[in-house]
């Protein structure tokens, strides 16, 4: 199962304002189609953020992510991390959060962060890919 924030994960973290007030993201296609494969597969998939755009939802729904799955405005995202988890009849540990700050996710600060962070690598998956496409051709 996975469970994902927005933005800074699955944007580039530029948010454009429309004089509506709406928030416009730009979201990667190959994150989106990631999604796809994932609930494609039987994985369940979560959307938690901060953000309270409709297009949010609109976005993930056409990935599949129902939208149950899709918790907006989060402000303490372990406690919709744990919803989700609850719903789902998972463990935490069954499920990869994608996060761009631990923080929000464990609502953490000062030493708690730094317990909280402890083994944990932040990755740059197109990076990553990349670099192995480049090294087996």
């Known amino acids: 199962a996975f469970a994902l924030d ?28 990631g999604v796809r494969m994932a609930k494609m597969n039987g994985l369940h998939t979560g959307i938690i953020t901060g953000g309270s755009s409709e297009s949010i939802v609109r976005r993930f729904s056409v990935c599949g992510v129902d939208n149950d799955d899709i918790y907006l405005h989060s402000r303490i995202k ?12 998972l463990k935490a540990e069954e499920v990869m959060f994608f996060g761009d ?12 962060t730094q317990s909280v962070t402890e083994g944990v690598k932040k990755v740059d998956l197109h990076s990553t890919l990349d ?3 480049n090294k087996n051709p």
């Open 78 to 89: 372990i406690d919709d991390f744990n919803a989700f988890c609850l719903k789902h009849s």
């Open 101 to 112: 700050d631990l923080k929000k996710l464990f609502g953490a600060t000062g030493e708690q």
């Open 6 to 33: 927005i933005d800074g994960v699955m944007t580039d973290g530029g948010i454009l304002a429309m004089p509506d007030g709406d928030l416009l993201r730009v979201f990667d296609a190959k994150d989106s189609f």
């Open 131 to 133: 670099n192995a496409n």
